[in-house]
């Protein structure tokens, strides 16, 4: 489950209880709420939210500054 927090920025929460407290060891990911794993399907989502939002981030601040 993938959460957008105001500024836009995806967070990776769980899939069972919505709980955004991830525990990220060697490529798994577990709840702290509930100690479910995140599943990979979720983590490649949540990489993919985070490479959507730097490709928006490049083109809204390329070169204005
Ligand atoms: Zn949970």
């Known amino acids: ?21 991830v525990d990220r060891l060697k490529g798994k990911a577990y709840c702290y709420e509930c100690g479910e794993e995140i599943t990979a399907e979720s983590i490649a989502e949540f990489q993919r939210a985070l490479l959507e939002l730097a490709k928006k981030n490049d083109q809204a601040g390329g070169g204005t500054t």
């Open 1 to 21: 489950m993938i959460f957008y927090n105001p500024t836009g920025a995806p967070e990776l929460a769980c899939d069972h209880c919505g709980c955004r407290w």
